[in-house]
């Protein structure tokens, strides 16, 4: 399966990032196929989610891999793909760092709901519900707000360069957040 460019933030095809995208009309094989190369994409790159604008198409969909146990996460990852997604109830706050495939090199502390409701279909089109908590939920929120034409960087409470120290760890270095403006 053909891996998709992931669009990134201060590159020409950016603009995709900041739109809203269109609701999924047609659930047959192009979807499929999509969520598909979709997987595969954010899998390759390290990704715990991946929406559609983040590979170029503006449409409400997006695909997240997590663990329902995190304790044991190579036995119990699963495949969350959640189209038309839509959060129902949304409780608790929680302030937490989180990365973005589409703004590397960078990490954002983020409030975010610590538990959500979110109604959604699968790729054949069947309307579910899911109840998310935590990291998850986190996922989730995050994803949607791709779909929204959000990025973490316009809820950050402060955003993070990741730099590589002596060691060869990355580090979270926080940055002014009079740049934050500048790193659109
Ligand atoms: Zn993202």
Redesign the pocket.
């Known amino acids: 399966m053909p891996l998709l460019d992931i669009v990134k933030i201060n590159t020409p095809k950016e603009d995709i990032l900041y739109k809203p995208t269109q609701q999924v009309r047609i659930f047959g094989p192009a979807l499929h196929m999509l969520l598909n190369n979709m997987l595969e994409t954010m899998r390759a790159s390290q990704g715990v989610?991946l929406?559609a604008p983040?590979v170029g198409i503006s449409q409400r969909i997006t695909v997240i891999e997590y663990p329902d146990d995190e304790e044991d996460p190579e036995n119990t990852m699963r495949v969350y793909e959640l189209i038309n997604p839509k959060i129902l109830k949304a409780r608790g706050a929680e302030v937490e760092q989180e990365g973005?495939?589409?703004?590397p090199g960078l990490a954002a502390d983020v409030r975010r709901s610590t538990q959500v409701t979110v109604r959604a279909q699968d790729r054949n089109g069947n309307e579910f519900r899911l109840k998310a908590y935590d990291w998850l939920a986190r996922v989730i929120q995050?994803e949607v707000d791709?779909l929204d034409g959000k990025?973490?960087l316009e809820k950050a409470e402060q955003v993070y360069k990741l730099v590589e120290n002596e060691e060869g760890e990355i580090e979270a270095v926080p940055i002014e957040m009079s740049l934050k403006q500048g790193v659109r």
């Not at 973005?100 to 703004?103: A, D, G, P, T």
């Open positions: 989610g929406a983040q973005c495939l589409s703004i995050h791709h990025l973490m």
